[in-house]
């Protein structure tokens, strides 16, 4: 057992090291930290969506940005789409799951506001529905997906396409890239002098 353990931590860390030495993905990490300071700055909001553990990464990171990371600040406005049990409740009852944030996204999103979301396939059909409704609504679309990028690819402003192709690895990377994010952003906006 401890051998598995082993290599599965391996797996983990070999998939960061393709990210650490992916210069596009990096410089794709610093013009996003900018995009996302910018639209936090002209009052926008950044929405996340995604699906099961990629949910629960989407609320995760919606929650470094609206409670705090590592300065005791303001709030910035960020939420997580699907954390409102009763709305995506009746939508997925009385429409359809594959509209669920497509419908909320034509009512709360607005020009400059970010859309961010998680798949690690990239073919989620309702993330995917989502960034089509943000780009009519003139929103920015930056998507987190595994290598091949799946549909999220023709539909990203900004996609992170993390170098793997295993569902976990893929997810951790997602966490590290926006942890990173989150921990730029924060200090590229309270802190004048960034």
Known sequence: MLQKIK???????????????DEKLLQLTATVTGIVTEAFKKG???????????????QHLAAEFSGRF????DALPAEALHCNT????????DYSYDVIYARIIKGL???GDILIGLSTSGNSKNVVLAFEQA??????????TGAPGGKLKDVSDYLFNVPSTDTPRIQEA????GHIICELVEEKYFNSNS
């Not at 290599?7 to 030495?21: D, H, P, Y």
């Not at 780009?135 to 987190?144: P, R, V």
């Not at 997602?174 to 890239?177: A, C, F, G």
């Open 7 to 21: 290599e599965l931590v391996s797996a983990s860390i070999e998939v960061k090291q393709k990210v650490l030495q």
């Open 70 to 73: 590592y300065i005791d600040r």
């Open 135 to 144: 780009k009519a609504n003139g929103m920015t679309t930056i998507g987190f």
């Open 174 to 177: 997602h966490m590290l890239l």
């Open 109 to 111: 999103g607005n020009k």
């Open 44 to 58: 926008n909001k950044v929405l996340f969506c995604g699906n099961g553990g990629s949910a629960a990464d989407a």
């Open 86 to 93: 009763s709305y995506l409740t009746a939508v997925a009852n």
